[in-house]
């Protein structure tokens, strides 16, 4: 690889001040890696773990895949006029992301510089590129390429222009216009058929670890995608050599279980998912101090709430104005709650989160067929009343799969409820 062996420009010494919202989970056992801890039903590494992987087939897999390009520091500084601050659009846990140009394509890509401190060597780097770099979907961030130059290290992802759903959700400035019900079910979909690929398709499986709204960014036209699966082992935390073995998360949105025993299934990420989804609906933080107290942890102030369908307009966000299909709050809060119950096992799976939300996240423009009230067909020739007798059917499909995935997490709760460990609602 001529990146690692080419020049090695230090000029710019740009460092992060590392604001670091991921953290290293008090909680958690200090030392216990993830490697050795017990394992739980379903037990899927995050990123295939060094130790077991078939370091050839990595090899040969890289070569015939990987689609990653490798830039020099000097490309990459140009991009970014020198990673100049007006360059910068970001800063979070591993180090600051600036936007920028590569000279020699004109692409736009976003251009994460990562913290030395928290750097792991380079055989760790480097297998983090390969697996990001074999995992394709359309609601994953692309990583376009790498720099591996000296020793700095960077990653250049596709550039999303309209940032992070903390920054449409949450951040809302006055002036700005509020997500609509439809888009916030439209990215919820989205992130959970991203999640999806990493749990069912990638293979290894991935557990994403991480999943926030932060994380999720949106393109020009708000079309989701996750991105930083794959780097929680460059986590910034911690002593060096043993970074990839720390209790990785962020408070608020990290799976009780997980926080406590350092045990990771793909349902730590279902609950990560169930707070995203609350956010969604609630418009609030899942962690916010500036809140009365028992306001600032979003999922214990919405638990009463879930058991009391009677009160569920409660959690839609103001901002909302009740514009939104009570039916449909209804179930979005029904999947937020059943992702949210305490007992890992009896999370739904996010497949079946996918098929829940599948009728969610269409808005009623692309299917002007409502959920309650099918309208009549409106044009009289033959083809397009076969084309609406084939809508009319997809739709009670998809009605149907709707039924039976909130009717399956009904009953997964009340078995939970039987075994004292859920939430009804
Ligand atoms: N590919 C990208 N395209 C456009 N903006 C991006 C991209 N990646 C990151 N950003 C912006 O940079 C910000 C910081 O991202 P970063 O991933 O470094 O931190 P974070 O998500 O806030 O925290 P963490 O380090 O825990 O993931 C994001 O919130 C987003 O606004
Ligand atoms: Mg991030």
Redesign the pocket.
């Known amino acids: 690889m001529s990146c690692f062996s080419c020049f090695s420009s230090h000029r710019n010494k740009a460092k992060g001040t590392n604001s670091?919202?991921?953290r290293e989970l008090a909680a958690a056992p200090k030392e216990l890696p993830i490697s050795s801890q017990p394992r739980p039903e379903n037990p899927k590494p995050k990123v295939i773990p060094v130790e077991t992987t078939n370091k050839d087939a990595i090899k040969e897999t890289a070569n015939k895949n990987i689609a990653a390009q490798t830039f020099t520091f000097r490309e990459l500084a140009m991009a970014t006029k020198n990673f100049r601050q007006e360059c910068l659009?970001?800063?979070?846990?591993?180090?600051?992301?600036y936007?920028g140009r590569i000279e020699k394509t004109s692409q736009v890509v976003?251009i994460?510089q990562l913290d030395r401190n928290g750097l792991q060597g380079n055989r760790e780097f480097l297998v983090e590129v390969l697996m990001l770099s074999l995992l394709h979907h359309e609601n994953l961030?692309n990583l376009i390429g790498y720099c591996a130059d000296g020793e700095q290290r960077l990653l250049v992802?596709?550039?999303?222009?309209l940032?992070?759903l903390?920054?449409h959700l949450l951040d809302v400035p006055q002036e700005q216009k509020p997500l609509d019900w439809f888009t916030r079910m439209k990215i919820a979909l989205e992130a959970a058929k991203g999640l999806e690929y990493l749990h069912d398709k990638a293979n290894p499986p991935v557990i994403y670890r991480?999943l926030?709204s932060?994380?999720i960014?949106l393109d020009k036209d708000f079309n989701a995608k996750l991105?930083?699966f794959g780097?929680a082992k460059l986590g910034p935390v911690g002593d060096k050599t043993h970074v990839s073995s720390r209790v990785m998360g962020?408070y608020g949105y990290c799976a009780p279980e997980y926080q406590r025993t350092g045990q990771l299934t793909v349902k730590s990420d279902v609950y990560s998912f169930g707070v995203v989804l609350l956010e969604l609906i609630t418009g609030r933080r899942a962690i916010d101090t500036t809140r009365y107290t028992e306001e600032q942890n979003l999922v214990t102030w919405a638990q009463p709430i879930f058991k009391d369908p009677q009160r569920f307009p409660e959690l839609a966000d103001p901002l909302l104005h009740g514009d939104f299909p009570l039916r449909a709050l209804h179930q979005a809060v029904a999947v937020a709650a059943m992702c949210l119950q305490e007992e890992p096992s009896v999370r739904p799976l996010i497949s079946d989160v996918v098929t829940a939300l599948s009728f969610l996240g269409t808005s009623p423009s692309a299917n002007t067929t409502s959920f309650d009230d099918p309208s009549p067909p409106s044009d009289h020739n033959m083809m397009s009343e076969n084309q609406n007798l084939r809508d009319e059917e997809s739709i009670r499909e998809r009605q149907r799969a709707v039924a039976e995935a909130i009717e399956w997490g009904s009953n997964s709760r009340r078995t939970a409820s039987r075994c004292g460990s859920a939430s009804s609602l």
């Open positions: 670091g919202r991921r659009i970001g800063e979070g846990g591993f180090g600051r992301v936007k976003a994460k961030v992802y596709e550039y999303m222009q940032g992070s903390e920054d991480d926030k932060s994380n960014l991105s930083d780097l962020t």
